[in-house]
């Protein structure tokens, strides 16, 4: 994302820092390099970060994956998901994704918390983890009855617990995810609001910003190593808004004048932009013009100017 500022301060400002700059001639035809004097550049050091932002965000995707049927059982529109093992020992499984595309390209991932709303369960306490989901899975129209704790039949493009996409695409029995837990916390009791948060998820969101195709969300699991440990959850189709998961990040986008993205607008940077300015690269046409000139001289002046 490109931000722009040209307030007639700012563009004043470029404009004394251009023309009191010293203009070292070099070949006929190439491009002048212009360095302006120590002097004009010693604002630069005092330059403060970009402030954190923060956005809160709906899952585009969830489901629930039942253990004790072949493969034919989800609830991909229900209201509720199901972690942890039932009476009859078999597990279940929830799934979970956003869709993180409104976090603008270059921002930091400063937090992130996944934030889920416990409904009922069996016999407390039991704990949800989660964790990152290695491949893509669906989310048909299958809809429970009542409490859905039995499921519904998978409709097409549903996860269940043997096929990543009802009834096209098998996968693993239980589905494919890491196998070390990203965040996890307990769950007392219910009604309650139940926060993951961890440096391991604050990466999770970090790598799916970078690489949004690998974004298949998390797998939540409750305690599965004894029977009636089953949680209900709230899923992204429930009536009451306020229950749904969510996804809270905090983010700091990055500052328009830090060129080379180290996270701190410095001399450093008017280092590189140089460098790039001079070699005619791509990443110094600042205005997008499609040519690297003079005119990128005074966006990347105004830029520093503007700060964060």
Not at 138 to 161: I, Y
Not at 169 to 176: D, F, M
Not at 281 to 308: H, K, P, T
């Amino acid at each position: 994302m490109k931000i722009r500022s040209r307030t007639r301060p700012a563009i004043e400002s470029a404009r004394r820092l251009a023309g009191s700059a010293r203009v070292h001639s070099t070949a006929p035809g190439s491009m002048p390099v212009c360095w302006p004097p120590i002097a004009a550049l010693a604002s630069l050091a005092a330059l403060v970060p970009a402030a954190a932002d923060q956005i809160e965000l709906l899952p585009v995707a969830d489901n629930t994956l039942y253990q004790g049927e072949p493969g034919l059982v989800s609830n991909g529109s229900g209201q509720f998901l199901f972690v942890g093992n039932t009476a009859n020992f078999e597990i279940r499984r929830a799934l979970v994704r956003f869709d993180l595309g409104a976090i603008p390209p270059g921002a930091a991932i400063d937090e992130a918390e996944l934030r889920i709303v416990a409904t009922r369960l069996s016999a407390p306490p039991n704990s949800i983890a989660a964790h990152v989901a290695l491949a893509a899975w669906g989310e048909g129209a299958s809809d429970a009855l009542e409490q859905e704790g039995t499921g519904a039949p998978a409709a097409p493009g549903d996860a269940t617990w043997t096929f990543a996409f009802f009834s096209t695409v098998p996968w693993a029995p239980g589905g494919v995810f890491r196998a070390a837990p990203s965040a996890a916390a307990s769950v007392p009791t219910t009604p309650t609001v139940v926060s993951l948060t961890s440096p391991a998820l604050v990466d999770d969101v970090r790598a799916w910003v970078a690489s949004p195709t690998t974004n298949f969300g998390w797998m939540l699991r409750g305690t599965e190593t004894r029977n009636r440990t089953a949680v209900q959850l709230a899923s992204r189709e429930s009536p009451d808004a306020s229950t749904r998961p969510r996804l809270i990040v905090t983010f700091t986008p990055q500052c328009p004048a830090d060129f080379n993205g180290d996270g701190q607008p410095d001399f450093f940077d008017y280092l590189d932009f140089v460098g790039a300015f001079n070699a005619e690269d791509a990443s110094a046409d600042l205005n997008g013009d499609m040519q690297v000139d003079f005119f990128d001289y005074l966006e990347f002046a105004a830029r520093f100017d503007a700060g964060c």
